[in-house]
């Protein structure tokens, strides 16, 4: 499928995390080498390409490193050692709602976003009826954002992700916003743009079926390292594998509530990070040392 040419390309990528003890060692930290701090290897020495048009699902359990990937690739974090390689347009599905100016109309909020992207404005105009249609928020599009419930600018955020014409996707659990239908069209729209746009995407999903649906090939991620590259059939089955293996006490189903009161998606594979928040940093963490 597709050309040769890889897209993403990552070059032995490592990414240490410095973890202080409070925020006040942290500042101190930025002027002088002698506060102490944690080394945290969020990616060791992590490498793998991935070519226009293929469909990548990253596994891996809460902490493994998959959301440093997808930060890096979107230019959010850098790594400490190693190259990263983007040769399009990224448009990330990590944070929806994130970007928004919210004293500005939803209207405006597309035109903001799609520049940011890199479109010019009458390549924005193009998309515009069309964002708007699938946002479903009609007549509301020319209020203020501060004025949308969260669940408006999540429908906000995919449709102008969706309908920006990516040459990327970087998608962070992120079709499972909204209410059931919402979420439908979604996936059809994701599905849609990756058969017939040519889309590359990476995708951060705890759902084998939804893993499924959209990739053909899969990366495990086990505490920063890459221990399976190969087609999502058997990295499906590595990935239920190691979690298995280091299975501590079985609480399957258990967290159906997500924070934001999101519905979880449909999760037949154990998630130990379903009450993770995609994209949010645990900034002072002391993470499990
Ligand atoms: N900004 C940060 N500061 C310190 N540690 C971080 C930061 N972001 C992530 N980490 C740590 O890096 C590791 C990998 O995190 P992450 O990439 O979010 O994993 P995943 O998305 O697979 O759950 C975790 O142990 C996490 O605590
Ligand atoms: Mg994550």
């Known amino acids: ?20 003890e409070n925020d006040r060692k942290r500042f101190f930290g930025i002027f002088s080498k002698h506060v102490p701090y944690k080394e945290m290897y969020a990616l060791k020495n992590v490498s793998f390409e991935v070519k226009r048009g293929e469909s990548v699902a990253l596994l891996g359990r809460n902490g493994a490193g998959k959301s440093t990937i997808l930060k890096m690739i979107t230019e959010v974090a850098y790594p400490t050692k190693g190259t990263i390689e983007v040769n399009g347009r990224v448009s990330a599905l990590l944070e929806l709602t ?14 903001m976003k799609g520049q940011l992207c890199g479109l010019t404005n009458s390549e924005i105009a193009e998309q515009e009826d069309a964002i708007i249609k ?8 020319d209020q203020p954002v501060r004025t949308y419930s969260s669940g408006m600018r999540a429908r906000l955020g995919f449709a ?8 990327i996707l970087i998608v962070d659990e992120a079709l499972s916003v909204g209410d059931a239908a919402f979420r439908k069209k979604c996936r059809k729209k994701v ?16 759902s084998a079926k939804t893993a499924k649906e959209f990739c053909s090939r899969g990366i ?4 920063g390292k ?13 990935y239920k594998k190691r979690y298995s293996k280091k299975k501590k006490k079985a609480t399957p189903n258990e967290e159906t509530t997500a924070p934001d009161g999101s519905v979880p998606a449909a999760t037949d ?12 940093d645990p900034v002072s963490v002391p993470a499990e040392q």
Request: proline residues 3%.
């Open 1 to 20: 499928m597709g050309e040769e040419k890889a897209i993403i390309r990552l070059k032995n990528v490592t990414k240490i995390y410095k973890l202080y």
């Open 98 to 111: 994130s970007g928004f100016d919210m004293e500005l109309t939803g209207r405006e909020n597309i035109y």
């Open 134 to 141: 699938f946002s479903g928020l009609h007549e509301y599009i």
């Open 160 to 167: 102008i992700n969706v309908n920006i014409r990516p040459e």
């Open 191 to 206: 599905d849609k743009i990756i058969r017939e746009d040519n889309v590359t995407m990476l995708f951060v999903t705890h």
């Open 220 to 223: 495990v991620m086990v505490k």
């Open 226 to 238: 890459l221990v399976y590259d190969g087609d999502i059939d058997s990295a499906l089955e590595e």
């Open 269 to 280: 594979l154990p998630a130990p990070a379903a009450a993770e928040k995609a994209g949010q």
